[in-house]
């Protein structure tokens, strides 16, 4: 059964970028089964999804974040990541990673979520 | 404004069946399928139903799902205090080639 831990910094400093990873245990980044994406909720509000990474490094982003976002793969550590750029108080959320079906909106399994506050 | 449109609250009392729309447009659940999750308080979101209807292993009975055009619903039958979450939709959207969640509704067991 494949597990997820979200790691990183618990606050960033406005226009600085936060950094997240996610380590995979109990499967590997490398399999193709699933895409893997990281997912925000900011406190008392929705979900948003953020964007995926596949096996392959191959990438889709949120277009409303596309100008601020990176993810990235690593195979050897069995880790993915996230970076968002020029971060705002509206980036102050919970992030969670968490693999995805793609076109099918099915996220299976998710991170217990690591909680980001941006202030200075 | 979510893109899914799901009601803010819901209540019902212990053993009581209660229902969660969930109403999109002709880009996400009047073309792909829906998908529901249970968040309890402090925790991840889980998935609780998927595919419209289908639910993942370990998930009671109690909990079903349905999809007609635009519109999905998620029915809770013998309802126990242990349900009281917030749920989420979600469905593919083809405009944003992702997928959108519903502003979620909060249930409380009276």
């Known amino acids: 059964q494949v597990q997820l831990q979200e790691s990183g910094p618990g606050l960033v400093k406005p226009s600085q970028t936060l950094s997240l990873t996610c380590t995979v245990s109990?499967?590997?980044?490398?399999?193709?089964?699933?895409?893997w994406a990281w997912i925000r909720q900011p406190a008392g509000k929705k979900l948003e999804w953020i964007g995926r990474?596949?096996?392959?490094?191959?990438?889709y982003y949120n277009p409303s974040l596309k100008s601020r976002v990176t993810m990235s793969i690593d195979t050897s550590k069995n880790q993915f990541s996230l970076k968002l750029t020029s971060v705002t108080a509206a980036d102050t959320a919970v992030y969670y990673c968490?693999?995805?079906?793609?076109?099918?909106?099915?996220?299976?399994?998710w991170g217990k979520g690591t909680t980001v506050t941006v202030s200075s | 404004q979510s893109v899914l449109t799901q009601p803010p609250s819901a209540s019902g009392t212990p053993g009581q069946r209660v229902t969660i729309s969930c109403s999109g447009s002709?880009?996400?659940?009047?073309?792909?399928?829906v998908n529901w999750y249970q968040q309890l308080p402090g925790t991840a979101p889980k998935l609780l139903i998927y595919?419209?209807?289908q639910r993942p292993s370990g998930v009671p009975d109690r909990f079903s799902g349905s999809k007609s055009g635009t519109s999905a619903s998620l029915a809770i039958s013998g309802l126990q205090s242990e349900d009281e979450a917030d749920f989420y939709c979600?469905?593919?959207?083809?405009?944003?080639?992702?997928?959108?969640f519903g502003g979620g509704t909060k249930l409380t067991v009276l």
């Open positions: 968490a693999t995805l079906t793609w076109k099918v909106a099915r996220m299976d399994v």
């Open positions: 109990g499967g590997s980044v490398s399999s193709g089964s699933y895409f």
């Open positions: 990474v596949y096996t392959s490094g191959s990438t």
């Open positions: 002709s880009s996400n659940t009047g073309t792909n399928s």
């Open positions: 595919s419209n209807n």
């Open positions: 979600a469905a593919w959207d083809d405009n944003l080639n992702g997928p959108v």
